[in-house]
């Protein structure tokens, strides 16, 4: 089993931006593409980003051009820097592998607070 562990989140003003990181332990190999999800009060988790080993990308539109994920130098790390934050950004945020949440399954961690403020 893999687990993840988020960190990065806090308090910033809309506009402001932050760094999130996430540390995967474990079964690592058999991670082909890592998700950042984010679940905001009273609404279904959603993807927002994911990365494949091989670097590709992806954004949910409510995030294109904002945000940015990428992998670290440290192996299994991976970042989500998020500029031009809006109040809508504010959620608990979380990574997992983006296969087996897919499936239904994951070991979902603490996830890390993103609130904006207006």
């Known amino acids: 089993q893999v687990q993840f562990v988020e960190s990065g989140g806090g308090l910033v003003q809309a506009g402001g931006s932050l760094r999130l990181s996430c540390a995967a332990s474990g079964s690592t190999f058999s991670i082909n593409a890592i998700g950042w999800f984010r679940q905001a009060p009273g609404k279904q988790r959603e993807l927002v980003a994911d990365?494949?080993?091989?670097?590709?990308?992806n954004y949910a539109d409510s995030v294109k051009g904002r945000f940015t994920i990428s992998s670290g130098d440290a192996k299994n790390t991976v970042y989500l820097q998020m500029n031009s934050l809006k109040p809508e950004d504010t959620a608990v945020y979380y990574c997992n592998d983006l296969a087996v949440v897919a499936v239904g399954g994951g070991n979902w961690g603490q996830g890390t607070q993103v609130t904006v403020s207006s």
């Open positions: 990365i494949s080993s091989g670097g590709s990308t």
